[in-house]
Each structure stands twice: as structure tokens, then as C-alpha cells.
């Protein structure tokens, strides 16, 4: 983006956080639901870790890097690009349409579109989250591990981004399209957090090969925790996650444009 | 004749989900997916483990999976037919509900029970596969069967009342989209959906009791599974009761409180 882009964009951002403030207890309950959705997770977590000791072979402190990692990378897609989520009932309400005839390329002006209050409390979980799971860790938190888990952070962000782009650029055709999004995210916050290998060889081949779950945070975690060798897929593949992260989301941003294109209105 | 009025009534958001059948093929295919990963989730959990909190693989493996079954019996999308209290606060045409003959709290009931009818008939025909299919154990007895039942009616008759709140909200506040987000997450956790409230410790049990979330489904699922015996039913569906009772008189006074703030566009 070019200089003056990114002022108009920071400015529309500073609108819209005002914006936000308009309703104030709206405000502070959706600062309170990103923080409480991502407080169920670990409770789900915690519950299970207590019960069900060594959750498929792993140490609690190794699965505690799955929900954390997943987390934070969750918290920064919705910070940053979330709005692709829920583009259905925008495109049922004809915005997209008052976008096309904007100088401002659609997908920006979307992802302008509201300021996500939410993702304040998703990342004050997660930050937390990610600290209680390092503290607890048991690793030698090498510079080439640091790196690695920062990398994995940003490709389970951009990995989460180019799935619900695919389901975006699918509303653009069929706008109840917007059910399969929700039903992703519900997806993967249910089963992004866990070792996979807990679950049978063909369900998680299905949340490996068939929606890519697996590699926004198990297949990092388990690489950075030595269990790398046990996931089922070659190793090589695994380390890639970040890596693939960012192709799927240059996949679907060609998708996005090419979806564009096509698009045609809600009236036909 | 108003039975008449009350059945076209309760069968404008079914008949909605009819005339989309590939929002119905969405429906079948997340319901299968969800069941089946979640059967393999406790069925993996339970790998060495034999019992733990007093329940067997068998009676967590079931309990989830109707977990599942019974989350399909409110899952209406309302907002694709934009007829949620919060659409019409937003659009301003909430005023409509009070210039038709059907007053908007009867209005609101009925569409509500027709979704809960259709959603009944998902969750019936998932239970009758899965029964069939041994995912899931069938009751221990006829008398268990005939006091579940009647427990999962009163779970879902608290879990209406829970929702109108919610929705009655957004008389005083315009917008309910936080306080929803909430709800649905205490009714996950506190009712038992993430997990049965019985691996949970023990004070998170007790203060759950004071809450209605655990009478909309950790109650009837725990008497199904057996975790709650009959010879104590009968104390756990008196407390769901008095929940229908409190939760009723209260809605009914918020419904009267509303009517008085709704104004027609420009007041």
C-alpha cells in the first residue's frame, strides 16, 4: 500500500473505534465475549488435561502450545483481516455493491469496514495464554525456536485467513454461503486446540488433507515440542505449515479476485 | 380458528428452511461431521482410561453425541430471514409487531416453538441413526426414557425463556449481539456441551447450580446417560420447573416494559 493509502486507512480505523464507542456497553461486552470465548477454550482444555492425563502422548505443557499458538494466530486474523468472516449478510444487504463503485479496492474497504472490539479480548487471552504456556514449558527456547513459533503464529493466521477468504469468495456466488463459516469457526476452535493424534488415523487424515486444520497449530506445535515424527504426515510437511499458510492465503486472494469478477449482485 | 392462526404462525421459519434445500443439505452434513468427530474425540480420550468422574467411555460417548443432537433443536438461522428482534430494532420495523392483531410476545412464541418442533424432528432423526448405528446407548429403562423426556421439555421450555431475555435486551440497549455472544457461551459451558459438567471440580458444579444453564441440558442428558438416578429426578425436574416459573414472570414483566419504550420512526 502506498503512504497515502495506509494514512486514509489508519484514519478510517481511529473513525471506526469511535464508532464503536457510540454504544458502550456493547463496546465493553465485545471486549468481554473475545476474552470469554477464548477462557472456554482453555477451560475445555484444562478439563480434559486433568481428566484425561498425557492426551495422546503428550505432556500437558506440549498440548498447552497447541491452543496458544492457535489462539494467538486467531486473535491477529481478527484483528487484521476478520472481516471476511460474515460477508454473506453484508452482500444480502447490498454493501458489497456501494463498494464496487468506490476508489478503494473491495477487499480493503471491507476489511475497513468496522473495527474489530472483539479481537481486544481474544489477544489479551491469548498473549496470556502463550505466556503461561511458555512458562510452563519444559523447552530450551532456543533464538531458532522463537523464530520458528513466531513464523507459525503468522502462518496459522494467514492459513485461518485464506479459509474463510475461500468462504468469502463462495458467498460472492451463493450468499448462504456465510452458514459454512460459522460452522469453520466453530470447527476450529473445537478441534484447532488438541493433538490430532488423539482422534482416528482417517478423522484426522480428514482435518488434515480435507480442511486443513491441522496445520495452523498442531503440526507447528508438534514440531517445536519433538513430536514432529508422530503426526501422521512426513516431517518436512509439518515444518512447512507456516509456509503453506502463506501460499493458501495468496491462493485465495486470487480466488478473491477472480470471485470479484464474477460477482454479479444479489438481484442477479 | 386461532389454532389455525398459531400453526401458520409456528410454521413460517420451517417452511423458510424448506424452500432452501441446499441450506438443509448444509445442515445434514455439519450435523454427520459434528457427530462423528466428537464420538472419536471421547472415544480417543477414553483410550486408557476407564472410568473417571463416574461416567464409562460409553456413557461419555453418548452423552456428547445428544449434546450434539439437542444443540440442532434451537439452531435456526433467524437472522437470514430477518425477523430477529435485533434486525427490527435496527431497521426500526420492531413497531410492526405491535400494530397486528397477534400480540408480539405470542407472535414471538409461536415462531419459536415451530423452530423447536422442526429442530426436533433433526434431532430425532440423528438419534434414531445413531441408535441404530451404535453410537449412542439407548435409555436404561422405559420409566428413564418416559423422566427424560419430560426433562428435555422443561430444559428447552428454560432455554426459550433464556433466549427472550437475550432478545428483550435490545429494547434497552439496541444492540443484544455481545450479551448473544455470552449467552451462547455460558449455555456451551455451564450446560455441559463442551464437556459433561460432571469432569468439571466441584465448585464450578455448585456454582452452576445456581445458574438455569445446567436445566436446559446437563440435567436431561445425566438422567438418559444414568449419571443422574431416577430416585433423584424428581428433585432435578422441580428445579427445572421453578426456573420455567421464575424465567415466565419475568419475561412476561420485560415484554410489559418493553411496550412502553417502542416508538414508530420519529417517535
Redesign the interface.
Known amino acids: 500500500m502506498p503512504v497515502n493509502a495506509v494514512r486514509i486507512a489508519w484514519r478510517i480505523t481511529r473513525l471506526n473505534f469511535r464508532a464503536q464507542l457510540e454504544y458502550r456497553s456493547e463496546f465493553l461486552m465485545m471486549i468481554a465475549i473475545g476474552a470469554i470465548w477464548q477462557v472456554s477454550v482453555i477451560v475445555f482444555a484444562t478439563v480434559l488435561l486433568t481428566r484425561f492425563t498425557g492426551m495422546g502422548g503428550w505432556d500437558s505443557s506440549d498440548v498447552l502450545l497447541i491452543p496458544a499458538t492457535r489462539m494467538l494466530a486467531h486473535g491477529l486474523f481478527v484483528l487484521f483481516l476478520g472481516r471476511v468472516h460474515g460477508l454473506g449478510r453484508r452482500i444480502q444487504e447490498g454493501v458489497i455493491d456501494t463498494y464496487l463503485v468506490r476508489p478503494m479496492p473491495v477487499h480493503r474497504q471491507l476489511q475497513l469496514s468496522y473495527f474489530p472490539t472483539n479481537a481486544i479480548g481474544d489477544l489479551t487471552v491469548a498473549v496470556g495464554l502463550m505466556a503461561g504456556a511458555l512458562s510452563r514449558s519444559d523447552l530450551d527456547w532456543t533464538a531458532g525456536r522463537i523464530s520458528y513459533l513466531v513464523v507459525a503464529v503468522l502462518g496459522g493466521l494467514l492459513l485461518e485467513a485464506a479459509l474463510f477468504t475461500a468462504v468469502a469468495c463462495a458467498s460472492l456466488r451463493f450468499p448462504a454461503a456465510d452458514y459454512w463459516g460459522r460452522w469453520l469457526e466453530e470447527l476450529l476452535g473445537t478441534f484447532g486446540s488438541y493433538p490430532l493424534n488423539v482422534l482416528p488415523r482417517a478423522v484426522g487424515g480428514l482435518l488434515t488433507y480435507g480442511l486443513p486444520l491441522a496445520f495452523v497449530a498442531y503440526f507447528p506445535a508438534a514440531v517445536l515440542t519433538g513430536h514432529g515424527h508422530d503426526t501422521g504426515v512426513p516431517y518436512w510437511l509439518a515444518a512447512a505449515s507456516p509456509l503453506l499458510g502463506a501460499l493458501a492465503y495468496l491462493g485465495s486472494r486470487r480466488l478473491w479476485q477472480f470471485s470479484l469478477k464474477h460477482y454479479t449482485g444479489v438481484n442477479g | 380458528m386461532a389454532a389455525i392462526h398459531a400453526w401458520r404462525a409456528a410454521r413460517v421459519t420451517p417452511l423458510g428452511e424448506l424452500h432452501?434445500p441446499?441450506?438443509m443439505t448444509?445442515a445434514l452434513l455439519?450435523l454427520t461431521v459434528q457427530i462423528?468427530?466428537v464420538a472419536?474425540?471421547w472415544?480417543?480420550?477414553?483410550?486408557?482410561?476407564g472410568t473417571?468422574?463416574g461416567l464409562d467411555r460409553d456413557q461419555a460417548v453418548t452423552y456428547a453425541v445428544l449434546a450434539v443432537l439437542a444443540s440442532r433443536l434451537r439452531e435456526l438461522?433467524q437472522?437470514?430471514g430477518r425477523d430477529t428482534v435485533l434486525q427490527h430494532m435496527h431497521f426500526g420495523t420492531i413497531i410492526y409487531w405491535y400494530l397486528r392483531p397477534l400480540k408480539p410476545q405470542r407472535y414471538y412464541a409461536l415462531r419459536a416453538f415451530g423452530e423447536q418442533l422442526y429442530g426436533l424432528v433433526w434431532a430425532l432423526g440423528g438419534y434414531a441413526v445413531c441408535l441404530a448405528s451404535g453410537v449412542v446407548e439407548p435409555p436404561k429403562s422405559a420409566a428413564v426414557a418416559g423422566v427424560f423426556a419430560l426433562s428435555l421439555l422443561l430444559g428447552q421450555w428454560v432455554l426459550y425463556y433464556v433466549m427472550l431475555v437475550i432478545d428483550q435486551l435490545c429494547f434497552w440497549?439496541?444492540?443484544n449481539?455481545?450479551?448473544m455472544?455470552?449467552l451462547i457461551?455460558a449455555q456451551?459451558?455451564l450446560a455441559g456441551v463442551?464437556?459433561p459438567l460432571w469432569?468439571?471440580p466441584d465448585w464450578f458444579i455448585t456454582l452452576s447450580t445456581f445458574l438455569p444453564f445446567q436445566a436446559t441440558l446437563s440435567v436431561p442428558l445425566s438422567i438418559y446417560i444414568g449419571r443422574i438416578e431416577l430416585s433423584d429426578a424428581a428433585v432435578q425436574l422441580a428445579i427445572q420447573a421453578a426456573w420455567v416459573l421464575a424465567l415466565a414472570l419475568f419475561t412476561r414483566l420485560l415484554w410489559r416494559r418493553a411496550a412502553r419504550r417502542v416508538v414508530s420512526q420519529g417517535g
Open positions: 432452501t441446499p441450506r448444509a455439519r462423528v468427530l472419536s474425540l472415544h480417543g480420550l477414553y483410550q486408557n482410561t473417571t468422574a438461522d437472522y437470514a440497549t439496541l444492540r449481539g455481545a450479551a455472544l455470552i457461551f456451551n459451558l463442551y464437556a469432569f468439571f
